[in-house]
Each structure stands twice: as C-alpha cells, then as structure tokens.
C-alpha cells in the first residue's frame, strides 16, 4: 500500500507549535487530522507528554458543566502517570485548603479519583490545626471574597483542588524536561455552547503570567475545521459577530492549515517530476486534442483527485507496466524508463493519449525527448547518432551494465545529423506495448 509522505508536514507543525502555545489544528473532515497527529505523537512521544481529549463523548453535558467534565479527562490521564505520584500532597494540601471547604473537598476527592491517589494525603489533611486557615480579620475577608470565585466551578477563574492536581502534576512533568501538550479532537462536531466555552476558557488570560496557557499546558491545540466553525460562529452569534477576531484570541499567532489530500497531491506530482521526468508544463499538458476523450491535462484532473484516488494511480504503480528486460535486436533494455512511468500514471488517471500531441510533446525539446530513454535503441541503426531539434541538436551515447543498456543525451554544436521525427513513433510502438491497458489513440 502507497504511504503518502507528510515528514515536511510533521515539521512544519513541530516549528509552528515552537511558535505558538495556544493553536488551533484546521483540517476537513476525513482529510487526515488523525492519522497526522499519531504520527506526530508517536514521533515526539518522548520528550513530550500528550494529553488527548475527545469532547463529542460529552454531548449529554450540560454546558456549564463542560469543563469540569475537561478537567476529569486531563486529570485521569495525569494519575495515571509516575510523575502525579510523585507530587508532594502534603505542602498541596497545606495551600489549597480552607477550613470552610475542607469537608466537602474530602467528599469530592474521594468520589473522583481512587483512594490510592488522595487516601494518605487527604488523612493528613484533615488533621491540619484549624488555626492555619481560620484567621477573623480583615485579610481573611478579601481571601474569603477571591475564594468564591476561585471554587466556583466554570468561573475562568477557578482554581479549585483539581484544578491544582492538575497543575502540579504538569510542573513535576515539566522539571523532567519534557512538553505537555494537550489536544482537543473533533471540536467542531459537538454543540456549539460546548465548543465555544471550551475555547472561552482555555483562551482566557487567567494566569498570573499573561502568555502561559491554562493548567500550566506547553501548548494547547484545538482540532477543527475552520471554515466549518466559521458556519457555526455566525449561526450561533449572528451575522454582525467577528469571528477572526473570536479567533484570534484563542490562537496564539496563526492556525496550522493541514490537508493530506493537499500532501497527496503534491507527493504524485513529486512522483511525476522525478520517476516521469515531466515538469510543470507536462503536467498542465493537454495529451488529447479532443477534450470529449475525458480531463485532458495531468493538472486538471489533479484538482478533481482525492487522497483515496491518489494512492490507487500510484499503489503498485509497477505492476502498470512490464517489469523484466526486454529484448530489442541485440539489446537489453530496461523498461523502466521514464516515459513507460509517464503512460502508466496517465493510465491510473483514465487519460487517453493522443499519439500525435505525445509525439509533439517528445518533441518541443531534448529534455523531453530523453524521456524515452533506452527506448530509443528500438532503432538500432539510430545508436551514437545525432539527432536535430528546435532549440539545439544531441548525440545518443549508450552505456552496458549488467547486460543493460542505458542511454545519455549529450548536446553537440555540429556534426551528422539524424532527424527524430522519422525515429519516434517507432519508438513509441515498443513503448506501448510495455504498459499494460494502455489508453492511446494512434490516430
């Protein structure tokens, strides 16, 4: 099965979260987010810690309890790693509670999370003396005010005992030397009350530092399409709404564009450039003068292409064509030649060849010519000579190794000169009868 190559993707996005801590990860739907970013992760597992969240799971939430049910996520990943074990508890207790809550938060931890997580931290926090928390005056009055906010759940201000786990177990990851990075799938396929509160307050400027992200998280990436979000914005907030400017504060600079139909496309024009040995204007080259016969142009029917199409012109693309040697007088030529590559994709891609405009293409230039490689030997009283074309005139030198005979152009500025247009659609003969299903019109 052809793999299609995103290594230049994957650093692209490498270096743009370098540059940005808070992103947003825009893709199609089924153009391949997924599999990009598994392959991201797995290239990066370890020196980073990724935390994966799927919000589509919370559809039955209600919207103000949406980020609690974040939270729950991120924190059920983090207890299951060393480093959340390795928190001193102790010291966390000691700043985090108070004497009004202290019950009712050793009835929360014990329900959220396992009791050999919290059950020995938690018994030395009940033990705490009351006089730590329980200071009557005035200071304790404007701590009491700042408290409500802080345990209230959804405020972007809260900053309750979870929120705390989390954070703690992040900055002991951190002094490791390793990234965490959080990742939120699928946003744009849940309620848009979900998917905007979520960005709401993963966005906000809560933290004492202005440019660090919520929980203490390296970076923050949000997976969505954006132009789809985009429908949704206006839908949800009207017609007069910005949503770049929505946006904009939840993106730290700019968004990571990604498409791998996009990367597909590219990797068979790679492929085209280099095995077929065509560039630009052989890709946007009509092979059919009638465009009745389908999409005349590699170009054109690029733009109809989808990752799928793709990969079946190039999957196996050499059982397209005749593989062993092939015998021509007394020469062995390899058929693998660019223009049996070249006939073999236009075959994938249901272009009829017209053998008239080929032969017009072979001809506008001697790079284009040398496409036919050893295939000129079809002749072989043509070898060693020269051939005249518009621009400039060429030698054909052969060379032998392992019984296979491969051929140079060499351009020349005087000499015997033999005309190609006498030599090609002899050429063409042997060439067509190495690609299997060959579509050419000879006419």
């Known amino acids: ?25 825009s893709a199609k739907y089924g153009d391949g987010k997924t599999y990009f970013l598994k392959e991201y992760i797995e290239q990066h597992k370890e020196n980073t810690v990724f935390i994966v969240l799927h919000p589509i799971n919370y559809s039955v939430a209600g919207n103000e309890d949406i980020f ?15 480093e959340f074990k390795e928190v001193d508890w102790e010291e966390v207790a000691k700043t985090l509670f108070s004497y009004d809550n202290l019950i009712e938060t050793n009835k929360e931890l014990a329900d959220a999370l396992p009791d ?5 931290p938690l018994a030395k926090a009940v033990m705490i003396p009351f006089n730590w ?4 005056d005035d200071k304790y009055a404007i701590d009491k005010f700042f408290a409500r906010f802080e345990d209230l759940q959804g405020s972007i201000f809260e900053k309750d005992h979870f929120t705390i786990a989390i954070q703690e177990t992040i900055k002991r990851i951190q002094e490791t030397g390793r990234k965490c990075v959080l990742i939120i799938e699928d946003l744009d396929r849940i309620d848009p009350g979900h998917l905007f509160r979520i960005l709401n307050v993963l966005g906000a400027h809560i ?9 203490g998280f390296d970076n923050i990436v949000a997976v969505l399409d954006y132009a789809v979000t985009e429908h949704i914005f206006y839908h949800f907030y009207g017609e007069s709404a910005n949503y770049e400017g929505y946006m904009s504060k939840f993106t730290s600079h700019n968004i990571f ?9 590219k990797f068979l024009v790679s492929y085209l450039r280099n095995e077929c040995k065509i560039g630009d204007a052989g890709i946007d080259y009509s092979w059919h003068s009638d465009g009745r016969m389908g999409i005349p142009s590699i170009k054109r029917k690029l733009e109809k292409l989808s990752v799928r199409d793709v990969v079946n012109v190039l999957d196996d693309i050499d059982k397209q064509y005749v593989n062993d040697n ?7 030529i390899n058929p693998k030649e660019p223009i049996v590559k070249l006939l ?11 053998q008239k405009r080929l032969i017009d293409y072979l001809h506008q230039d001697t790079e284009n010519y040398a496409i036919l490689g050893a295939f000129t030997l079809s002749q072989p009283e043509i070898t060693y000579k020269k051939l005249e074309f518009k621009q400039r005139s060429v030698i054909i030198q052969t060379e032998k190794i392992d019984e296979v005979t491969t051929v140079k152009f060499s351009p020349i500025l005087s000499g015997t000169i033999g005309r190609y247009e006498d030599k090609t659609p002899l050429i063409l003969e042997e060439v067509y009868k190495c690609v299997h299903d060959c579509l050419v019109n000879a006419n």
């Open 68 to 82: 609690e049910y974040i939270k729950r996520d991120i924190l059920v990943d983090l207890a299951r790693r060393k």
């Open 1 to 25: 099965m052809t793999t299609i190559d995103i290594t230049s993707e994957l650093s692209r996005f490498e270096r743009h979260l370098e540059n940005n801590p808070r992103t947003i990860f």
């Open 133 to 136: 928390f329980k200071k009557v």
């Open 207 to 215: 933290d004492e530092d202005m440019n660090s992200n919520k929980f």
């Open 344 to 354: 073999a994709v236009l075959t994938r891609l249901n272009i009829v060849v017209d």
């Open 326 to 332: 092939i015998h021509l007088g007394h020469y062995m």
């Open 257 to 265: 564009d990604y498409s791998i139909t996009r990367e597909a496309k």
């Open 116 to 120: 050999t997580f919290f059950a020995k």
